[in-house]
């Protein structure tokens, strides 16, 4: 089948390289792009391509693009009449452009990763597994494996996001009602084997999850090694997560700007160096008049034979999967489906195996 | 008497409402200064005075000048050839005016506060009282009584200061040797009765004593509530101490003077704002063959009465009692002397006792 990934960051090029073992790959980029064995390069510009008539050469299409270009792509695909998915963790609500996605027959996953992405595949299956699911806790976190003073942290995406993430106020659901906790706040501490013992924080992580889960509770936290999160909330006390410029002698700056230069290059992976992804979904509740519970670990490592960054692996792989689910038509229902609508379409078994094979291995207890 | 205070600042005033129980006190400041009662005002810029002619109409000279102009002060008063006490912290070597005060017949005092001042009277003290002494150690810190995260701290001197105090490397005396230590190193855990644990890290503030004391090995440690240090070693890490400006955008900011900003007006005391000075000397070595060991505590409060904060208490009197023995001639040895001079002076226990009349506890252990 003919593939096209668009996008080739670090993301974009794994989900490339793993279809092009069995699919004929076009990757396009607006950068040069290289050392992707069996992958067609294309240096394009996205925005200046006419997406619709340019994505009908292609089976199936893979969105691996900045957050910002996420929502119009997809709404440019849906009218190319090809199958879709996407990682882009777009900001809009990517469910608005489903009942056009159902008028051109075209059916589209967003949100595609580890999470957003197996984490709801796995909240909404835990959920599908009992009469009546009551909490659904999701932990999550990519370090470095490295754990070096102060912070013992490097981020796998861009800082300024992660500087978003502990300070958007985080949305979860209790007992039915959605409410608003503070960004770092309620840490916990989690114990993984070999990882040690990581805190977990609250963040605004849950998206859809929110509305769509069955469970009265829903909960999403962050972690990182232990300390962590005290240090961030100092940063955030003292100010230095304003965005607001403040007066400095003659000049006005931004605090997170200043921040920013002080410290965003060593919150940067170098190349070689390893991360891991760590994340725990639980769902508890009760099943035939019964406590019943499922909980799934994912203790995932940077891969030295390819290079691959867990982050990259964990968040690749899934889009990479549910990309030959939409070539063999095994995913095919129109509309734009969040990940935890894949629990309900027969093919869970297949990502977790797939994903297996890669060395990927969420671990049910 | 006739007494002349140069500085109305929150110690001058100290010195000066002190002096005025038994003396006539006349205070000089740039800014208007009231509330005293008994104390003559007179609002003038000392740089502008005649010093040397000035000085004359009176007994005693008391400086409690901004560091700055402590040196040009201090050899303005000699030429008077009036008495002087000083607490202004200057930061050149007050002994180079030693040889002219000798020749000018004048007994001057500097570094007349607790730390330096008190502290080094003890040391010096405790040395004397033994014939070979091995180790002086010097604990000392200005507290908040309420201690708030995440720095529980405010700065009983100017911010800046403090800042500069936990960059400047630390110089210390090992084994008869000057060595160098970074500043917040080798964190040590204290107990005082009624305050607690306590931490203490190095700083640079041993000035004359590193020369002056016998003893092989002295250090001085600045103490904060546990916590603390952490915290200022991750700012000073992330470069938030660093006062070369950095490129933010379009701007040129000191990282320093943007932390300034964000945090020094939390790190001030309000009026009325409760503080407490500890203080611990401890003189270790041998007399007549045996181990021998000397140690005196101080715990001192913000006085509500007055509105004393502990601070200007704990060095405005001894400066003000300093003053009283030069007045009373029981001090007159001619020369520039800090303050461990004075154990060889015969005034130790006036020191000792007038600071207890008036709340000032040196606890001899």
């Known amino acids: 089948m003919r593939m096209l990934v668009l996008g080739g960051g670090r993301i974009g090029r794994v989900i490339a ?60 695909v849906i009218e190319s009449g090809r199958p879709y998915c996407d990682i882009s963790f777009m900001p ?19 949100d595609c990763g580890v999470a957003p992405g197996m984490s709801n595949l796995l909240a909404a299956r835990g959920c599908s597994l009992m009469d009546t699911p009551q909490t659904v806790r999701i932990y999550v ?22 500087i978003e993430e502990y300070t958007r106020p985080a949305r979860l659901k209790i007992n039915g009602e959605i409410v608003v906790r503070e960004a770092l706040s309620e840490i916990e501490l989690l114990d993984f084997d070999d990882v040690g013992t990581l805190e977990a924080f609250n963040t605004d992580g849950l998206r859809s999850l929110i509305e769509t889960l069955p469970a009265p509770t829903v909960l999403e936290k962050t972690m990182r090694y232990p300390g962590h999160t005290e240090l961030m909330r100092v940063l955030r006390d003292v100010g230095l997560f304003d965005t607001d410029p403040i007066a400095v002698g003659e000049a006005k700056v931004s605090p997170r700007d200043m921040l920013a230069e002080l410290l965003f290059e060593r919150w940067t992976f170098q190349p070689g160096e390893a991360d ?3 994340m725990r979904v639980m769902v508890e509740g009760t099943h035939l008049g019964k406590p019943a519970s499922h909980r799934w670990d994912l203790h995932d490592r940077y891969d030295p034979q390819t290079g691959f960054t867990s982050m990259s692996r964990t968040t690749g792989f899934p889009a990479a999967i549910v990309a030959r689910l939409l070539a063999s038509k095994a995913l095919k229902t129109p509309g734009v489906h969040p990940p935890e609508a894949l629990a309900e379409m027969g093919v869970f078994d297949t990502l ?7 060395g990927v291995d969420y671990i049910k207890r």
């Open 17 to 76: 390289l793993d279809l092009a073992s069995d699919h004929d790959v076009t990757l396009v980029d607006s950068r040069t792009i290289d050392g992707l064995p069996n992958v067609e390069f294309l240096k394009r510009d996205i925005a200046s391509l006419d997406l619709p008539a340019f994505c009908r050469d292609y089976d199936v299409v893979v969105g691996a693009l900045p957050s910002a270009l996420g929502y119009a792509t997809l709404q440019q």
């Open 92 to 110: 809009e609500d990517a469910r608005a452009l489903s009942a056009r996605a159902r008028e051109r027959g075209v059916c589209a996953v967003y």
């Open 141 to 162: 976190g990519g370090l470095p494996k490295t754990r070096r003073w102060p912070f013992q942290y490097k981020a796998g995406f861009a800082p300024f996001d992660v």
């Open 276 to 278: 891991l992804t760590v």
């Open 352 to 358: 977790i195996e797939d994903l297996k094979k890669r």
